[in-house]
C-alpha cells in the first residue's frame, strides 16, 4: 500500500501566499517555504517544477485575492471612480507585500493592471460608463488622469506616506475628480 502524501499542493501554495502576505515574494525560497510547511523541498518540487513555476502560482493566487477584494469593497461615493480608489488605496494599505506583487514589482508575464482592475466585474468599464452618463466627455482620458492619481496615493502607503482616513480620501478623490473635469 502506497504512503498518504501528507504535504498537498494546496498546503504549499496556502504557505507560500502567507509568507508573501507577512513578508513579500523574496521571502519565498524553497527552503523557507519548506520549513514553514513542516516538510523538505522534496514534496515543492515534486509539484512545481522550479521555484518560479510556484512564484506565479503566487501570483496568481494573489491576483484573485484582490479581484475578490475590490468586488467585495463597500461602496462610498457616487462619483466615477472613486469607489474604485478607495477598494484600490485600501488593499495597498491593508495588504502592503500583495499590492508591491501585483502592482510595483516587475513580475514577467503578469495581468496586466488593467485586467487586474477591471477584473471579472468590469469595474474599470463600469466606471468609465459612470462618467460617461455624468457628462464626462472624454472617460477614458478621466481614468487615465485619476488612476495616476489613486496609483499615486497607493504607492504612498507603502513608504507610511499615505495618513489620510477613509473620509479626507473619499473627499481627495471626489475634487481630483472634479478638478480634472475643468
Known amino acids: 500500500m502506497a504512503r498518504k502524501e501528507s504535504i498537498t499542493i494546496d498546503r504549499i501554495l496556502g504557505t507560500a501566499f502567507e509568507m508573501t502576505r507577512e513578508s513579500g515574494s523574496d521571502s519565498i525560497t524553497a527552503r523557507h517555504v519548506a520549513e514553514r510547511a513542516g516538510c523538505s523541498t522534496q514534496p515543492i518540487f515534486r509539484v512545481y517544477k522550479n ?46 507585500n500583495l499590492f508591491r506583487l501585483l502592482f510595483v514589482d516587475v513580475v514577467p508575464n503578469r495581468t496586466s493592471m ?30 487615465m488622469k485619476m488612476w495616476i492619481f489613486i496609483h499615486g496615493a497607493a504607492c504612498m502607503t507603502l513608504s507610511g506616506d499615505y495618513d489620510l482616513t477613509d473620509e479626507e480620501t473619499l473627499n ?7 478638478s480634472f473635469l475643468s
Do not use: H
Open 51 to 96: 521555484m518560479s513555476e510556484l512564484q506565479a502560482a503566487v501570483y496568481d493566487k494573489a491576483a484573485s485575492y484582490f479581484k475578490e477584494f475590490i468586488s467585495g469593497f463597500e461602496k462610498y461615493g457616487k462619483v466615477p471612480f472613486t469607489n474604485l480608489g478607495m477598494a484600490y488605496i485600501a488593499f495597498a494599505r491593508k495588504e502592503k
Open 114 to 143: 488593467y485586467e487586474l482592475l477591471n477584473g471579472n466585474d468590469g469595474n474599470v468599464v463600469t466606471e468609465i460608463n459612470m462618467a460617461k452618463e455624468m457628462g464626462c466627455q472624454d472617460p477614458g482620458g478621466m481614468f
Open 172 to 178: 481627495l478623490l471626489e475634487k481630483a475628480y472634479s
